[in-house]
């Protein structure tokens, strides 16, 4: 005998009983699984439009590539900005690397970090400290030493600049580094960006996120 035909089918708790189906079971269990679809297809619709939409710092993977620099075009400080950035990108250290063991967001830590490496350090304004963990106070030093331009000043990025974002609609404050530069185009290494060293593209000028910059040369 078929194991289901018409309004019967197998009881599996008890071996060789039959039991009459109700009508509407099979409705039911369609109903879940256009129900189930449906939430899926949502998933995907949003995820695809969070992609589309999102600056691409947003978004847990590389979104290019670290650039090669012709050494010639930089000066000896924006080359030791660049090996740092490349070589903290390959060894995918935890953000506790940078901020001295605190479990803190670690964007501004990893700047500050990579700036004291390369024999730039910032000086915290609130401490002294070379670290400066905070995004905001991060802004407020580079304007402390007139090292600082606002997005639409007409000031273009250079090689080893510090980006300042204030991203409030999406995650709030955030900071990275320039590594390249294409006209309004730009290339980043950052911290922090999903829990990782990235490399992103940037488009500074439309990028409302963007207040301003800190200058490696002021």
């Known amino acids: 005998m078929p194991a289901h035909r018409g309004g019967w089918r197998f ?19 369609r109903r879940i699984l256009l129900w189930i679809a449906g939430v899926l297809g949502v998933v995907i619709v ?26 010639s075009s930089v000066t000896a400080d924006q080359a030791r900005v660049l ?15 940078y901020s001295d063991g605190i479990d ?39 304007q402390g030493i007139g090292a600082y331009a606002e997005n639409g000043s007409g000031y273009t990025p250079s090689v080893g600049d510090v980006v300042i974002y204030d991203s409030s609609r999406w995650v709030g404050q955030h900071t990275n580094i320039v ?14 960006e999903f829990g990782k060293v990235r490399v992103h ?11 301003g910059f800190g200058k490696l040369h002021p």
């Open 179 to 192: 590594v390249a530069v294409d006209g309004d185009s730009a290339i980043t290494v950052g911290g922090n």
């Open 83 to 97: 090996e740092l950035l490349q070589s903290e990108h390959e060894r995918d250290r935890p953000g506790t690397f």
């Open 201 to 211: 593209d940037l488009h500074w000028q439309s990028d409302s996120a963007v207040v």
């Open 46 to 71: 949003v995820g695809a439009v969070v992609v589309a939409v999102a600056p691409s710092r947003y978004l847990p993977w590389d979104t290019a590539e670290f650039p090669t620099v012709d050494a």
């Open 104 to 142: 803190e967001e670690w964007c501004a830590d990893f700047v500050s970090w990579i700036m004291r490496e390369a024999g730039r350090p910032l000086s915290n304004p609130n401490s002294g400290s070379w670290r400066i963990p905070g995004v905001y106070t991060l802004q407020e030093y580079y």
């Open 11 to 29: 009881d599996s708790r008890q071996a060789g009983t039959l039991v009459r189906v109700s009508p509407a079971e099979p409705n039911r269990r």
